[in-house]
Each structure stands twice: as C-alpha cells, then as structure tokens.
C-alpha cells in the first residue's frame, strides 16, 4: 500500500528555518508528481511546491519562492521541504501528497496523502 508519513515539523521562531521530510513507502513505480500543500486553520489547502519526478522539474508558489526549497530524494524514498526566512504567515498543518497534475492549484488530483505535520512560526 503507497503510504506517505511527514516529519520535521514543530515551533521556530520568525526567521528560523524548519526541514520537513516526506518518507515514501510501498511505490512499485516513482509516482509521476510529488508535492507540498499546506492548511492554515480556516483557510483553503494552498499548493507549496510540486516537483514532476521523470526531470525533477519543481515549481513554488510565489508566496514561498526564495524561501523554500525541495529536495529530491526521491531515489532514496523521501523528499525534503527546507524552509528558510520563515514567516507567522507559514503557519499551517503542512502535507506531502503524490500523484497529482504538475502544478499547485489542482490538489483534488493528488491520490496519496501523508497525515501531516504542523509547523508554527511565531515569537
């Protein structure tokens, strides 16, 4: 059974920085997409970053551009999301999700999800 299980997440302060991982299990084949996706209490799931796996392709929504990075470990069966020059803004339950359309605004698309891991930036 594909599974996905986050980690990494927790308190830092503004500024700080977080690495989340997305460890990858029972894949018979490389998914064709893996993303990032993140909730904030009250708000729409918003798309993070997604990377196509076949040329590990990645695009980030703007609101994280420069800050966020992903990184393919794909071939070791998990991928990372380093987040730097975090904000309170960045606050959200954060999801690692595959499967889905190469891009950030369609996470209906994406079959596999991951439980979530909470990252909350304040002072």
């Known amino acids: 059974q594909e599974q996905l299980v986050e980690s990494g997440g927790g308190l830092v302060q503004p500024g700080g920085s977080l690495r989340l991982s997305c460890s990858m299990s029972g894949f018979a084949l490389p998914p064709y997409t893996i993303a990032w996706f993140r909730q904030a209490p009250g708000k729409d799931r918003e798309g993070v970053a997604t990377m196509r796996i076949i040329d590990g392709n990645i695009v980030y929504a703007d609101s994280v551009k420069g800050r966020f990075t992903m990184v393919n470990g794909v071939a070791e069966n998990e991928v990372f999301l380093q987040m730097d020059s975090l904000k309170p803004e960045d606050t959200a339950v954060y999801y690692c999700?595959?499967?889905?359309?190469?891009?950030?605004?369609?996470?209906?698309?994406?079959?596999?999800w991951g439980q979530g891991t909470q990252v909350t930036v304040s002072s």
């Open positions: 999700a595959t499967g889905g359309l190469f891009n950030l605004h369609q996470p209906w698309s994406f079959n596999v």
